[in-house]
C-alpha cells in the first residue's frame, strides 16, 4: 500500500528519496514526507495530495543530510491530510511505515499515561512513541527498536531514524514487504524493488522478524533476539528503463501495448510443440504428483480473482478436475475444506497482497501444496509457496492491472495444458492445438490492439452513463467481470458484471436508454444464446455495444456497436476480449480526463487485510 524509501550513503538523501517515492507513487499517493538527519538534528518536511506537493515544499524548504528516510502514503487509520502524514515523531525517534498495527490502541493509552503526546490519528504513530520511550531504558537504538517491535501486533515495514544515535538507519519488517539495495557503503531501502532499480541492482530481500542496522557505511542484519544473519544480494534482472513511460502519456496504455511481448514473455522456453505439452519450470511436480490431488482451489483478490475464475472454466471443462475459486479475504476465516490432497494456488501480480498471503498461509497450515502465480519474482507469496509460475510480465506500475491479467490467464492455460497431458484428458493432438494458438496470440493481440479507434468511438457515445453493464457466458464471464472492474477502477463509472443468462433473473430491471451494455459474444458454444440475451436488452430500449469475433457480421447487426475481435480459439479468444476491454475503460477514462495511473482511493498493492 504505502511506499518507504530510507538512504544512508555520501550523497544528499532527500533527492535520492524523492525520486524512489516517485517511483513508488503507484502505492499510495494520498499525501507523502521526508526526514533527513543533518549535524544530529532531524527535520521533516510533509504534505498531502500526491508527491508533486511535497517536491514543491522541497523547493521552497530544501532538506540537507546524508542520512533520511521517506514515504508516500495509502491512508488506513486517519484521514489524508498533513498531520496524519508520515514520517511520525515521537520525542526523539522519527518512523515511516506501511502496515497495520493492530494493538495501537491499548499502547496509545500505555503511553500516554507516560505522558507521550500525539498529534496524529494514525497507528503508525504509535511506533515512534514506543521506540523513543524504550529509549529510555535501552543502550543502543538498535535495543530500543527491538524491544519496542516485540510490543507490536500486526504488519510493518519500518525504517527508523533517532536524533540521539545520528549516525545509525534502521529498517525492519513484518509481514509488509522491505528490501535493501546494497552499491559499496551505500545503502538503498525501500518496500518496492522499482524505488531503488537506478541506483543499485544488488538487492537484499528481507524476511519477516528481521532487522537492518545501517551505520558507518556498513549494513547488519539481525532477528528480534539480536542475533547476526547472513543475508547474501541478489541480482536483479529488471532494467530500470522498466520504470519509464517510453513515450506513452501513462502506464497504464504503456502496459495494455507491451501485451503482445508480455504474452511472448510468459511463454518464453515453456512450449513443447511436439509434445503438445508446456514445461513449467517452477511447478516442481511430476505426472505422478499432479495426479495426487483431489482438487485444486485457486485463491485471490481483485484482477487475479477474476484470472482464477477463467482458470476454472478453463482446467474444469480441459482436465475434468474439480477447481474451487476463491476470494483469499473470505477464505482464511470461514475454515476452508483444504488437505494435503488439495494443490493451492494463490494467484497474485505483486505476490504481496495481504489477504492472498494469509490464504496461502492459511492453506500451508492445512498441509495444501502451493504454487503461486505470481508477477513479482521473490515476492513474499512466491517465496512461501512450494512452487511458482511465474508470469513474466515486467513492472506494472499502473494501479490497474493490465498485462498482469493476460498473462495470468496464458499462465492459466500452460497449467491446463500441463495438467490435462498429466491425466490424459488432453491428448497429443490437442495438446499440439492448443500450443499451437499459444502461438498465434501476440500477433492477434497487436490486432486487437489496432480497435482502439473503434473503442474511443464506444467510450465517446456513452460517456455521460453513470452505469454499465457487461455481458458474457462461459469463460466470457470473469471477462466481463474484469471489464466492469476496469471501468469502475479508472472512470468512476459503476458497472457489474454478469453472466449474460443471469440477466432476466433481476438485473434486466435496470436496463434503459441510459445503461449501456457491453455484451461479450465471441464465436463459441455459447453464441446463440448470447445472442438471445442481447436482444432481451435491445427489446426493452437497452443500448448495446457488441464485441462479437472477426467475421461475425450478424451478431452486432442489432447493436449500437459492432467490434469485431480476432477469434484465437475458445478459450484464448478471452484474452482478446479482455484487452479490449482495457481499452474501453482507459477511453473513458482518459475522455472523463482522469489520472488512469493512479485513480482516487486505490493503491497498486494491497499489503493490510
Ligand atoms: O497484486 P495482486 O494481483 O494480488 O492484487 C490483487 C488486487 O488488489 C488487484 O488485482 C486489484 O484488483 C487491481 N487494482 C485491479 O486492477
Redesign the pocket.
Known amino acids: 500500500m504505502c511506499g518507504i524509501v530510507g538512504y544512508m550513503g555520501c550523497h544528499e538523501a532527500s533527492p535520492v528519496i524523492m525520486s524512489g517515492l516517485k517511483m513508488l507513487e503507484y502505492r499510495g499517493y494520498d499525501s507523502a514526507g521526508i526526514c533527513t538527519m543533518d549535524l544530529g538534528a532531524v527535520e521533516i518536511r510533509r504534505s498531502s495530495g500526491k508527491l508533486v506537493n511535497l517536491e514543491r515544499l522541497l523547493n521552497e524548504q530544501p532538506l540537507h543530510g546524508t542520512i533520511g528516510i521517506g514515504h508516500t502514503r495509502w491512508a488506513t487509520h486517519g484521514k489524508p491530510t498533513v498531520v496524519n502524514a508520515h514520517p511520525h515523531r515521537g520525542g526523539a525517534v522519527v518512523v515511516v511505515h506501511n502496515g497495520i498495527i493492530e494493538n495501537y490502541l491499548s499502547l496509545k493509552e500505555e503511553l500516554l499515561d507516560k505522558g507521550h503526546m500525539f498529534l496524529s490519528e494514525t497507528d503508525s504513530e504509535v511506533i515512534s512513541h514506543l521506540v523513543d520511550e524504550k529509549l529510555k531504558t535501552a543502550t543502543t537504538l538498535e535495543e530500543a527498536v527491538r524491544l519496542a517491535l516485540k510490543d507490536l501486533q500486526g504488519a510493518y515495514a519500518l525504517c527508523i531514524l533517532s536524533q540521539r544515535d545520528d549516525k545509525t538507519l534502521i529498517a525492519a519488517k513484518s509481514g509488509s514487504p522491505m528490501v535493501v539495495g546494497i552499491k559499496g557503503h551505500e545503502f538503498f531501502i525501500a518496500s518496492d524493488m522499482p524505488a531503488i532499480i537506478a541506483n543499485t541492482r544488488e538487492m537484499v530481500i528481507m524476511e519477516d522478524g528481521e532487522m537492518a542496522v545501517f551505520r558507518n557505511g556498513t549494513v547488519i542484519f539481525t532477528d528480534l533476539d539480536g542475533q547476526d544473519i547472513v543475508k547474501t544480494p541478489r541480482f536483479i534482472d529488471w532494467s530500470p528503463m522498466m520504470a519509464e513511460k517510453n513515450g506513452y502519456p501513462n502506464f497504464m496504455l504503456k502496459e495494455i501495448h507491451e501485451q503482445p511481448q508480455a504474452v511472448k514473455n510468459v511463454t518464453a522456453g515453456r512450449l513443447r510443440p511436439n509434445e503438445g505439452d508446456v514445461f513449467l519450470e517452477g511447478l516442481h511436480l511430476s505426472d505422478r504428483q499432479l495426479l495426487s490431488f483431489e482438487r485444486l482451489c485457486l485463491v485471490?483478490?481483485?484482477?487475479?480473482?477474476h484470472a482464477a475464475l477463467a482458470g476454472k472454466y478453463m482446467i474444469e471443462e480441459h482436465c475434468r478436475i474439480p477447481v474451487d475459486v476463491e476470494i483469499a479475504s473470505e477464505f482464511r476465516y470461514r475454515d476452508p475444506l483444504v488437505s494435503g490432497k488439495t494443490l493451492v494456488i494463490p494467484?497474485?501480480?505483486?505476490?504481496?497482497?495481504a489477504d492472498?498471503l494469509a490464504a496461502l498461509r492459511e492453506a500451508k497450515s492445512r498441509d495444501a501444496h502451493i504454487v503461486s502465480i505470481c508477477?513479482v519474482v521473490d515476492s513474499s507469496?512466491a517465496r512461501e509457496s512450494d512452487g511458482v509460475i511465474y508470469t513474466h510480465a515486467g513492472l506494472e506500475i499502473g494501479?490497474?492491472?493490465?498485462k498482469?491479467?493476460t498473462t495470468q490467464l496464458v499462465a492459466l492455460y500452460m497449467l491446463t495444458i500441463r495438467l490435462g497431458r498429466a491425466n490424459g484428458a488432453i491428448n497429443l493432438e490437442k495438446g499440439r492445438e492448443m500450443i499451437a494458438a499459444l502461438n498465434a496470440l501476440p500477433d492477434l493481440v497487436e490486432k486487437t490492439l489496432l480497435l482502439d479507434p473503434q473503442i474511443e468511438e464506444v467510450a465517446c457515445e456513452y460517456l455521460t452513463s453513470w452505469d454499465a453493464i457487461y455481458l458474457g457466458r462461459g469463460i466470457s464471464y470473469p471477462i466481463a467481470l474484469e471489464g466492469a472492474?476496469?471501468l469502475k477502477?479508472i472512470s468512476y463509472i459503476h458497472a457489474d458484471g454478469y453472466p449474460a443468462g443471469e440477466m432476466k433473473h433481476g438485473p434486466i430491471a435496470l436496463i434503459d436508454r441510459e445503461m449501456p451494455v457491453f455484451v461479450l459474444a465471441p464465436n463459441d458454444r455459447h453464441l446463440v444464446k448470447v445472442r438471445s440475451n442481447m436482444e432481451e436488452v435491445i427489446t426493452r430500449g437497452g443500448r448495446v455495444a457488441a464485441f462479437c469475433s472477426a467475421g461475425d457480421e450478424e451478431t452486432g447487426k442489432r447493436a449500437e456497436f459492432s467490434l469485431q475481435i480476432p477469434w484465437a480459439g475458445e478459450v484464448l479468444s478471452a484474452v482478446l476480449f479482455a484487452v479490449a476491454l482495457q481499452l474501453v475503460a482507459y477511453n473513458f477514462a482518459i475522455l472523463k480526463g482522469k489520472d488512469v495511473d493512479q485513480p482516487r482511493n486505490?493503491a497498486?498493492?494491497?499489503t493490510v487485510e
Do not use: H, R
Request: charged fraction near 15%; charge should be neutral; include cysteine.
Open positions: 485471490a483478490c481483485g484482477t487475479s480473482w494467484i497474485s501480480q505483486s505476490g504481496e497482497t492472498t508477477n507469496i494501479v490497474a492491472s493490465t498482469a491479467f472492474l476496469k477502477e486505490l497498486k498493492s494491497v
